[in-house]
Every structure is written in structure tokens, then in C-alpha cells.
């Protein structure tokens, strides 16, 4: 795949910055490999572009996503990948739009599951499947029964078609050893590992603890804005699981309101640490610094510019998430997800306040110092983030947010 997007892409003038990369692939409609549209997303692009100007397009271009139907304006996530690993393959940003159980019981795809069940036995002798609750390009995840425990878990299985891929296949073990090594009441348990052999090959699978409820990002799509305290009620259960994932080492990476679970009794859970990196990692190939992986909307400024991150690039993200529950907007978009990135990286937001005139003082005070560009005028902590929620909830009552368009 990338030998023929070099093929066609030296027809044309030798681009010197990667600015015009973007143009040559975006907006000039190179074509390769069933009428796909090559889509560079940006965050990789200005990683590569502040390093130096590029000799070899063939040898540097990381793509990050190959679509065919792909949406700019949704900005979906942004996750890197080395050339070598994209020949055939599914793109990482496509993975992992984990739904556990949605509010209603809804099942949504589960007919259609249920004929196509990776296994017909149960896992491990364990664990039966009985219908599907959710997948992406990566992995499904299934409602199922653990006969051994006598419980309802979701069971998350890797495509079989990716299993053969090194970079999937160490990702999503990845994400089973580091959920697994946590155990905090506001992140999503991992119960179990195992492998299945499924389409000539061996499939692993993660079992968790089954969720029913629905994604801070559905609940902020239905009733718009949430009101200025219940939003750092949300936080503070947001933040006391990244200190726990902070204590072991580990940064989540991508902390957005699509990986925070609202449960039915109005818990909050937060998922998917698939992108998830400890300190040991920083310096391998799944977290190499030219391979962005997270999403447009929520990335620190050093997360788009691919340099090395701590648990202070959470912070900035659960800023973001901040922002958005106050105002229904992220701080920056953008037509493209590099836009989106280079806004993060060079533009200063606007105070929340702005948009929602009234808001007290203390509201705009917390998100912008989350928001800071240098991370060492960040909160230092998810704690001391807490702490100072914790004094906005005590110092002032939040009145209800109007719904702010956009």
C-alpha cells in the first residue's frame, strides 16, 4: 500500500514540506487500492513536520487512516501507525467504539451477531456468548455468561483478521495487562484473558465487567450542556481513576466523554485504555513519538506534536472534557483533524464564560489552567485538579447551563 502511494505520488513535483503533502493527498484525491481515498490525518503530519523537512516521502509518511467514507467534520480519533503495519490492514482509528450495555437494554446489532458468532462453544469452557453489544474496526464486544461465577461480563474480541497483525495484536494485550494491573471503583474491570481459535488462527479475548448505561458523550448529545456542578461531579470521578491509573504509571491517552460511562445508577466508569502507555513504553514502537494516537478534539499540545507525554497530558484532556460539559462545545475544532491539532498546539481557548455568560469565576480559573500549553503550568496532578473541583463545588452553586449551539 504504501509502495503504491509512492508510485503516485512521484508523479507529481517532490513536495519539500509536509504542508503540501496534505494538499497532494487531501485535496488532489490520490486514489489507491479499491478506490480508497488515502487520508493523512494531521496530527501525524505536523508530528513529522516539526522534526525536519522530509527527503523521502515513502520512507517517512506514517499514514494514520485509510477510509473510504471518511467524515472531517466528526473528527473521529487520531491513531498512529507505521507504514509497514497499514498493508492490508484496518486502520487503529477505527477500533474500539466499545458500547458495554447501552440504558435501554438495547442490544443493537445482536441479530445480526448472533449469526456470525466467532465460537459456537464457550470460551475457556466459561464464558458463552449470547449476543453482540458493540464493535468497531478492532474488536467486538459481546454480552455473555460466565458459567463458572454464575454472572453476566462483556467479552471483547480482537478480530481474527488483525490477530496475525503484531501491531493490533500488541495493542490489544496491552490494553488487557494495563486495565488488568487497576482496580479502582470508577474504571471498568477486567476480569479475565484467554485465546480462542477462531479463523485459522488464535484470537485473544478480554473479559470485563459488564456496564449498563451509556457514554458522557451520548448524555451531552441528548440534553446539551450539563449544568455547571453536576459536570464537576462528573470530574471528580473522572479524576479520582486517572490518580489511580497515574500511581501505577499509566496514562490513558485518550480521555474524552466517549470513554466515560454513565451507569444506570448514574456511576461513572471510565474505559478503553487500548492507547493506554506506561513510563517502560515511552521509548518502544507502540509509543513512538512520530506515531500520534488519541483524538483531535481532546489531544495536549505535546500529544499532537508527537513529543514524549506524562500523566499531565490527561490532565489537559480531562480540561478539554471540562469545557465541553460546560459549554457543549470542545475549546478547538476545525474542519480537519490537523487543524484541530495545530489549534491545540499555537491558540489560547476562549474562557468557558464566554460562551456561557454567568458562569463563576472558579469554573473558568480550573479549566484554563488545565488547558495551558506547558504542562508544568498544568494542575501537576489529577488530585490537585480534584482538589480544586472539590473547592469550586463548595464555594458556589451551579445554576443550569442554556444550550450553547455549535
Not at 182 to 207: E, M, R
Not at 282 to 306: F, H, K, M, N, W
Not at 324 to 346: I, K, N, S, W
Amino acid at each position: 500500500m504504501a509502495a503504491v502511494y509512492a508510485q503516485n505520488i512521484s508523479r507529481a513535483p517532490r513536495p519539500h514540506r509536509l504542508a503540501e503533502v496534505v494538499e497532494a493527498v487531501l485535496h488532489k484525491g490520490i486514489v489507491i487500492e479499491a478506490n480508497l481515498r488515502v487520508a493523512v490525518v494531521g496530527a501525524e503530519l505536523l508530528a513529522l513536520e516539526t522534526r525536519a523537512v522530509i527527503a523521502s516521502i515513502d520512507t517517512y509518511i506514517r499514514f494514520a487512516e485509510v477510509v473510504s467514507r471518511l467524515d472531517w467534520g466528526r473528527q473521529e480519533d487520531v491513531a498512529g501507525m507505521p507504514v509497514g503495519a497499514m498493508r492490508g490492514a484496518t486502520p487503529l482509528a477505527a477500533a474500539d467504539r466499545t458500547v458495554l450495555v447501552s440504558k435501554d437494554g438495547d442490544a443493537g446489532d445482536a441479530d445480526a451477531g448472533e449469526e456470525r458468532k466467532p465460537v459456537d462453544r464457550p470460551l475457556d469452557g466459561r464464558y458463552e456468548l449470547r449476543g453482540l453489544l458493540g464493535h468497531g474496526g478492532m474488536a467486538e464486544v459481546w454480552d455473555a455468561a460466565d458459567n463458572l461465577l454464575g454472572r453476566s461480563v462483556a467479552v471483547k474480541i480482537l478480530r481474527s483478521h488483525l490477530a496475525v497483525q503484531p501491531e493490533f495484536l500488541a495493542r490489544f494485550r496491552r490494553e488487557a495487562r494495563l486495565a488488568a494491573a487497576l482496580s479502582h471503583p470508577s474504571i471498568v474491570a477486567v476480569h479475565d484473558t484467554g485465546t480462542t481459535h477462531h479463523g485459522g488462527v488464535d484470537v485473544p479475548f478480554i473479559v470485563m465487567e459488564q456496564i449498563e448505561g451509556t457514554t458522557l458523550k451520548e448524555v451531552a448529545a441528548e440534553s446539551g450542556p450539563l449544568r455547571p456542578g453536576r459536570s464537576l461531579e462528573i470530574l471528580i470521578d473522572v479524576l479520582d481513576a486517572l490518580q489511580a491509573s497515574h500511581r501505577h504509571g499509566i496514562v490513558h491517552r485518550d480521555v474524552k466523554p466517549g470513554n466515560i460511562m454513565v451507569t444506570t445508577s448514574g456511576a461513572i466508569k471510565v474505559m478503553d485504555f487500548g492507547i493506554a502507555c506506561s513510563p517502560t513504553e515511552q521509548t518502544g514502537r507502540l509509543t513512538d513519538p512520530a506515531a500520534i494516537v488519541g483524538t483531535a478534539q481532546y489531544l495536549s499540545p505535546e500529544q499532537a506534536a508527537g513529543r514524549p507525554i506524562d500523566n499531565r497530558s490527561d490532565i489537559y484532556a480531562v480540561g478539554c472534557v471540562l469545557y465541553e460539559l460546560l459549554t457543549g462545545v470542545p475549546p478547538f475544532t476545525g474542519p480537519t483533524p490537523y487543524e484541530v491539532a495545530c489549534r491545540h498546539m499555537h491558540e489560547e481557548p476562549l474562557a468557558p464564560s464566554v460562551l456561557l455568560p454567568g458562569l463563576p469565576p472558579e469554573y473558568d480559573a480550573i479549566v484554563l489552567r488545565a488547558l495551558q500549553k506547558d504542562p508544568d503550568r498544568r494542575y501537576q496532578s489529577a488530585a490537585s485538579m480534584r482538589r480544586a473541583i472539590s473547592r469550586a463545588l463548595t464555594s458556589s452553586i451551579g445554576g443550569r447551563a442554556e444550550h450553547v449551539p455549535g
